[in-house]
């Protein structure tokens, strides 16, 4: 499973950004697909999970701001962020739980700005 992410940039504060996560390879036998950040020095941490089931899981930090979803075929994964706020400046990874095994996409920096 190769994993593509998209969509970061500069937004001030109060903005918006969609990050993108295209899924290509075997993607029928993935199961969950998530959004880690990590900003610098710090560790990375889930910010979206969203599992075959389309339950979804957003920490206290991001919720009721961002939300996840997909499409029905595992092909993209979409990160809606709003009401952006600068500790939210980070790189985004996208990953994929294929067959009980995480593949991860390589970042996408998300800075905002006051």
């Known amino acids: 499973v190769q994993l593509q992410a998209s969509g970061g940039g500069l937004v001030q504060v109060g903005g918006s950004l969609r990050l993108s996560c295209a899924a290509s390879g075997d993607i029928s036998g993935i199961s969950a697909m998530s959004w880690y950040r990590q900003a610098p020095g710090k560790q990375r941490e889930l910010v979206a999970l969203i599992k075959s089931d389309n339950t979804s899981y957003l920490p206290n930090s991001v919720r009721g701001r961002f939300t996840i979803s997909r499409d029905n075929a595992w092909k993209t994964a979409y990160l809606q962020m709003n009401n952006l706020k600068l500790e939210d400046t980070a790189v985004y990874y996208c990953?994929?739980?294929?067959?009980?095994?995480?593949?991860w996409g390589q970042g996408t920096l998300v800075t905002v700005s006051s």
């Open positions: 990953n994929a739980i294929h067959r009980d095994t995480g593949y």
